[in-house]
Protein backbone atom coordinates (compact mmCIF):
# COMPACT_ATOMS: atom_id res chain seq x y z
CA UNK A 1 0.00 0.00 0.00
CA UNK A 2 2.59 2.21 1.06
CA UNK A 3 4.60 1.21 -2.23
CA UNK A 4 1.81 1.95 -4.83
CA UNK A 5 1.18 5.53 -2.50
CA UNK A 6 4.33 6.61 -3.17
CA UNK A 7 4.47 5.65 -6.94
CA UNK A 8 1.31 7.33 -7.77
CA UNK A 9 3.18 10.68 -5.76
CA UNK A 10 6.15 10.58 -7.84
CA UNK A 11 3.96 10.38 -11.01
CA UNK A 12 1.84 13.64 -10.11
CA UNK A 13 5.03 15.08 -9.21
CA UNK A 14 6.77 14.46 -12.17
CA UNK A 15 3.57 15.33 -14.55
CA UNK A 16 2.93 19.13 -12.50
CA UNK A 17 6.95 19.57 -13.13
CA UNK A 18 7.98 19.48 -9.87
CA UNK A 19 11.92 17.94 -8.97
CA UNK A 20 11.61 15.22 -5.94
CA UNK A 21 15.13 14.93 -4.33
CA UNK A 22 15.75 13.36 -1.00
CA UNK A 23 15.13 16.64 1.37
CA UNK A 24 11.94 17.30 -0.18
CA UNK A 25 9.86 18.79 -3.34
CA UNK A 26 11.16 21.48 -5.32
CA UNK A 27 9.70 23.59 -8.06
CA UNK A 28 11.12 23.00 -11.73
CA UNK A 29 10.99 26.84 -13.67
CA UNK A 30 9.52 26.56 -16.99
CA UNK A 31 11.72 27.70 -19.61
CA UNK A 32 11.01 31.77 -20.56
CA UNK A 33 8.57 32.31 -23.04
CA UNK A 34 10.43 33.62 -26.37
CA UNK A 35 9.16 37.07 -27.23
CA UNK A 36 10.10 40.76 -27.98
CA UNK A 37 12.76 41.69 -25.05
CA UNK A 38 11.63 45.14 -23.30
CA UNK A 39 13.63 48.69 -24.61
CA UNK A 40 17.18 48.75 -22.34
CA UNK A 41 17.13 51.16 -19.52
CA UNK A 42 18.59 54.35 -20.03
CA UNK A 43 20.72 56.13 -17.36
CA UNK A 44 19.27 59.75 -16.53
CA UNK A 45 22.14 62.15 -14.92
CA UNK A 46 22.15 62.44 -11.01
CA UNK A 47 20.58 65.82 -10.78
CA UNK A 48 17.93 64.77 -12.57
CA UNK A 49 14.41 64.97 -10.97
CA UNK A 50 12.15 61.95 -10.74
CA UNK A 51 9.69 61.33 -13.45
CA UNK A 52 6.36 63.15 -12.88
CA UNK A 53 8.16 65.91 -10.41
CA UNK A 54 7.80 68.59 -12.71
CA UNK A 55 4.07 68.52 -12.34
CA UNK A 56 3.82 68.86 -8.93
CA UNK A 57 3.51 71.90 -7.17
CA UNK A 58 6.69 73.50 -5.77
CA UNK A 59 8.43 72.94 -2.32
CA UNK A 60 8.30 75.28 0.19
CA UNK A 61 11.01 77.09 1.32
CA UNK A 62 12.40 76.24 4.72
CA UNK A 63 11.37 79.28 6.21
CA UNK A 64 7.70 78.80 5.54
CA UNK A 65 8.26 75.42 7.66
CA UNK A 66 9.67 77.26 10.77
CA UNK A 67 7.07 77.63 13.29
CA UNK A 68 6.08 81.66 14.23
CA UNK A 69 5.98 81.64 17.69
CA UNK A 70 3.08 85.21 18.86
CA UNK A 71 3.74 85.93 22.35
CA UNK A 72 0.57 87.57 24.32
CA UNK A 73 -0.68 88.45 27.86
CA UNK A 74 -4.02 88.10 28.85
CA UNK A 75 -4.97 88.75 32.02
CA UNK A 76 -2.79 86.65 34.31
CA UNK A 77 -2.43 84.18 31.47
CA UNK A 78 0.48 83.51 29.15
CA UNK A 79 -0.87 82.57 25.80
CA UNK A 80 2.12 81.52 23.19
CA UNK A 81 0.49 81.34 19.82
CA UNK A 82 2.65 78.45 17.11
CA UNK A 83 1.73 78.97 13.40
CA UNK A 84 3.14 76.52 10.52
CA UNK A 85 2.66 77.25 7.28
CA UNK A 86 -0.37 80.98 8.05
CA UNK A 87 -2.34 77.98 10.50
CA UNK A 88 -2.79 77.53 13.93
CA UNK A 89 -0.28 74.67 15.30
CA UNK A 90 -1.72 74.84 18.65
CA UNK A 91 -1.66 77.38 21.64
CA UNK A 92 0.27 76.56 24.96
CA UNK A 93 -1.56 78.67 28.06
CA UNK A 94 0.38 79.56 30.82
CA UNK A 95 -1.54 80.56 33.56
CA UNK A 96 0.01 82.58 36.46
CA UNK A 97 -0.70 79.65 38.75
CA UNK A 98 -1.01 76.40 37.77
CA UNK A 99 0.71 73.86 35.11
CA UNK A 100 0.54 75.15 31.38
CA UNK A 101 -1.82 73.78 28.88
CA UNK A 102 -2.38 73.26 25.29
CA UNK A 103 -5.30 73.76 22.98
CA UNK A 104 -5.04 72.16 19.24
CA UNK A 105 -7.39 72.76 16.84
CA UNK A 106 -9.70 70.10 15.30
CA UNK A 107 -9.23 69.50 11.84
CA UNK A 108 -11.96 71.72 10.61
CA UNK A 109 -10.62 74.38 12.83
CA UNK A 110 -13.32 75.23 14.52
CA UNK A 111 -12.85 73.97 17.73
CA UNK A 112 -10.19 73.57 20.33
CA UNK A 113 -9.14 70.55 22.28
CA UNK A 114 -7.74 70.89 25.53
CA UNK A 115 -4.53 68.77 26.86
CA UNK A 116 -2.39 68.65 29.37
CA UNK A 117 0.93 68.60 27.51
CA UNK A 118 1.42 67.29 23.41
CA UNK A 119 2.89 63.60 24.21
CA UNK A 120 0.12 61.83 23.08
CA UNK A 121 1.88 58.36 24.03
CA UNK A 122 0.96 56.50 27.17
CA UNK A 123 0.12 58.51 30.91
CA UNK A 124 0.50 56.40 33.75
CA UNK A 125 -1.50 57.49 35.99
CA UNK A 126 0.18 60.03 38.65
CA UNK A 127 -1.24 61.85 42.02
CA UNK A 128 0.32 64.61 43.66
CA UNK A 129 0.81 63.20 47.00
CA UNK A 130 2.75 65.70 48.61
CA UNK A 131 3.31 69.39 47.81
CA UNK A 132 5.27 72.54 49.76
Known amino acids: MN???????LTCAATAGWLVGAGGVALAQAPAASGP?????????????????AATAPNPSDADLEPQVTI???????????RIGGRIS???VTPRIGPPYYLV???SGTQFLRYDSLD????PPM???FSW
Do not use: C, I
Not at 3 to 9: E, G, I, Q, T, W
Open 37 to 53: LPPPLTAQPADAPPPGA
Open 127 to 129: WQL
Open 72 to 82: TRRGTDTVEEV
Open 90 to 92: YLK
Open 105 to 107: PTR
Open 3 to 9: RRLAHSF
Open 120 to 123: FGVR
